[in-house]
């Protein structure tokens, strides 16, 4: 055989061939009883053999179950060195924060677990077609971290640690959709504005600005290096009222801090004040922006997500799903076309 071709195969290294194929496993005993080997489901005893196959001491199971779930990206070296960047700095760190709960739950004697379900970003995805990926995160990745938790039946609480504008609100979803399991939401983040720079915002337009000479190339390398780089989405494109609106129009966000309930109203075009009953009217009637088109990448579950929102009520309405109302628009589009159930 030829010498190069043996030596990629690695036939002439015999270490390559001493493989350990078993180990004596961790030591000690399960704390089963009588009444858990006839009665208790074969997952819960599975559950102890994996959670002593990881490291966690046999005389310590037993104690109360709690989960930990974040959106961290990335990996790091104990003192902050990159192995593999994240998708953002946002989520860079909470690892950080999961540690000291699951510190604090163990030192109270219960045993902590913990899961991942990482979150984009879309001022990496801005100007791309990425963003019809990045946005609809939030609606997949609630249903992901409510699937991590529903499959950890021991748990007696979850905790989510969750960053930015994608992340945060899919726990939040996720979290909001388990009503009979205690929950708390730890928001993350470690993206501190620079001493002199431009916020993670302004930042994102130092392509634009340079293009028409409002910066230098100088300047625009330096603020970029300094600052930590947030913009929309596909729901327009279904006919929701985002993709209506002009230049010049008056828009009003009302955020209420108590109930975590926000409303969205179009006021006017700048010229006229209206109501925002009148406004709703106006923009129901109003045809979509004329250079509103869909990108010929766009793809086909993006278009879906964004007419099951539209739907649902549109991105004023919180970028979530109306079960119910989906159906009843189904419901009602099948016997307006006369199909049979």
């Known amino acids: 055989m030829d010498q190069d071709f043996a030596a990629i195969l690695g036939e002439a290294d015999e270490r390559l061939y001493d493989i350990r194929t078993s180990h004596p496993g961790p030591s000690g005993k399960l704390p089963l009883t009588d009444r858990m080997l006839r009665t208790a489901p074969s997952g819960d005893l599975f559950g102890w053999s994996q959670n002593v196959g990881m490291g966690w001491q046999p005389s310590k199971l037993g104690g109360k179950e709690f989960l930990l779930l974040s959106t961290q990206g990335g990996i790091r070296r104990e003192d902050g060195a990159p192995i593999a960047l994240g998708y953002h700095t946002g989520h860079w760190e909470v690892g950080l924060l999961m540690e ?30 990425g963003m019809y990926d990045s946005l609809p995160y939030r609606n997949d990745a609630a249903i992901v971290l409510r699937r991590l938790i529903r499959s950890m039946p021991t748990r007696r609480g979850v905790i ?5 504008d994608k992340g945060l609100p899919a726990m939040m979803i996720a979290l909001a959709g388990m009503k009979d399991l205690p929950g708390i939401l730890i928001p993350g983040g470690v993206t501190l504005p620079p001493d002199h ?19 230098t190339l100088e300047a625009a390398a330096e603020l970029g290096c300094r600052a ?7 729901e327009a494109l279904a006919g929701g009222p985002i993709g209506k609106l002009r230049d010049g129009d008056l828009i009003e966000i009302v955020i209420h801090t108590r109930t975590l309930e926000g409303t969205i109203h179009f006021l006017g075009d700048g010229d ?9 009217e106006i923009l129901r009637q109003r045809p ?10 766009l793809p086909e579950d993006t278009r879906l997500w964004a007419a099951l929102q539209a739907v649902s009520g549109g991105t004023w309405r919180g970028c979530v799903y109306d079960v119910d109302r989906i159906i009843d628009v189904i419901e009602a589009g099948k016997r307006a076309l006369g199909w049979n159930s």
């Open 288 to 297: 979509p922006h004329p250079g509103l088109a869909a990108d010929p990448y």
């Open 228 to 234: 930590c780089a947030t913009p929309g989405g596909p």
């Open 100 to 129: 000291e709960a699951a510190q604090t739950i163990a030192e109270a004697g219960g045993i902590p677990f913990a899961g991942y379900v990482s979150d984009p970003c879309d001022g990496r995805s801005q100007g791309t077609t």
């Open 272 to 280: 006229q004040a209206v109501s925002p009953e009148e406004g709703a």
């Open 197 to 215: 720079g431009e916020d993670a915002g302004k930042i994102q337009t130092i392509g634009a600005r340079y293009a028409n000479g409002e910066i």
């Open 160 to 164: 989510g640690v969750a960053t930015c």
